[in-house]
């Protein structure tokens, strides 16, 4: 994967050339300062009426008052007041209910910290909290080429992110696919929705594979910045819509392919017809564990399933043994 097919992805680079077939959204600049801001620790919202606080926990204990620590050091979070004018103006051009992304990513790992479960926003601090809350925001953040082979540099410049609002719309997952389109030829179709058995999908498959080969051939071929490159596409009763480009490589999800058959996939003899061109899940037995679950539970409880911190193992026995045997020292 390189550099520039990453910059190709960059929402702004691509949303004027496909407007006609997506979804009507703003595009806001961010200053440096507000990067700054998404970038920091803890979950602080703009407009939050307590805006000090102080992650240095060691500092409270039983005999001490139950404060927080207000020393001169402790970060406070401005307001910006002008961005979230800007942002309120997008909100109700856009209809009132926006879902927020950055460049490339939008925060589907953070929907469960919301009140609805869902990205759906009608105010800035929504969009703040939905933002802070991401592992794929804070990556979009810090290191977005960090899969690039052409470039030692990982981040992108703090004053060339920016904030896109899109209008909100009820999506049923079953009608979201991935295409594949490798030397401008669409390679593979697979169901977004990996972890999910729709019914109604293996029996219209050849239809949908028809469809959007055809809407693949009208409105995207021969448009796009590269040859080869990833766009997830929604059916909307009879009609399609583009949702997003991702880059040809291995930091987007493959979903029902795998990286290895489409990085050596000979695009020339690939047929559009054959069997495994459009791929989805053809009963229940065949779901998968949803990629999005282990966002809504601590990291600590994920690595102590999962084995991977022996420290946290050992503490958590500790902690067993403890409460098994209160009187013991």
Not at 265 to 282: K, P
């Given at each position: 994967m390189k550099q520039q097919q990453?910059?190709?992805?960059?929402?702004?680079?691509?949303?004027?050339?496909?407007?006609?077939?997506?979804?009507?959204?703003k595009i806001i600049k961010l200053s440096s300062e507000f990067v700054h801001y998404l970038k920091s620790d803890g979950i602080i919202l703009p407009d939050a009426e307590e805006v000090r606080y102080s992650n240095d926990l060691e500092r409270y204990s039983d005999d001490e008052d139950d404060t927080w620590d207000n020393a001169e050091d402790t970060p406070t979070v401005s307001k910006f007041p002008d961005l979230k004018l800007e942002i309120d103006n997008a909100i109700s051009d856009l209809g009132g209910v926006v879902f927020p992304k950055l460049n490339w990513s939008c925060p589907k790992d953070a929907a469960w910290i919301s009140h609805n479960g869902t990205l759906k926003c009608t105010s800035f601090n929504d969009i703040c909290l939905l933002l802070k809350s991401s592992d794929f925001i804070t990556h979009d953040l810090t290191k977005p080429y960090e899969y690039c082979e052409d470039s030692n540099i990982t981040h992108h410049p703090d004053d060339q992110y920016e904030l896109v609002l899109r209008r909100w719309c009820e999506v049923i997952p079953g009608m979201e696919f991935r295409c594949f389109v490798k030397a401008n030829k669409l390679v593979g179709i697979s169901q977004r929705h990996h972890s999910s058995f729709f019914e109604y999908l293996p029996t219209n498959k050849e239809v949908y594979s028809m469809e959007i080969i055809n809407f693949y051939n009208s409105k995207i071929k021969g448009k796009f910045a590269d040859s080869d490159y990833i766009f997830d596409i929604y059916k909307n009763g009879e009609k399609y819509c583009v949702i997003d480009f991702n880059p040809f490589g291995e930091k987007t999800d493959s979903l029902l392919f795998s990286w290895t058959e489409l990085n050596t996939?000979?695009?020339?003899?690939?047929?559009?017809?054959?069997?495994?061109?459009?791929?989805?899940?053809?009963d229940s037995n065949g779901i998968q564990p949803s990629p999005y679950n282990s966002y809504a539970i601590p990291k600590d409880m994920v690595d102590l399933k999962s084995g991977e911190d022996i420290n946290k193992m050992v503490d958590f026995f500790n902690l067993k043994n403890l409460i098994s045997n209160p009187g013991d020292e």
């Open positions: 990453c910059s190709n992805c960059v929402f702004s680079s691509w949303y004027h050339n496909f407007k006609q077939v997506t979804i009507k959204s996939l000979d695009a020339s003899v690939v047929d559009e017809q054959s069997e495994g061109f459009f791929r989805v899940i053809s």
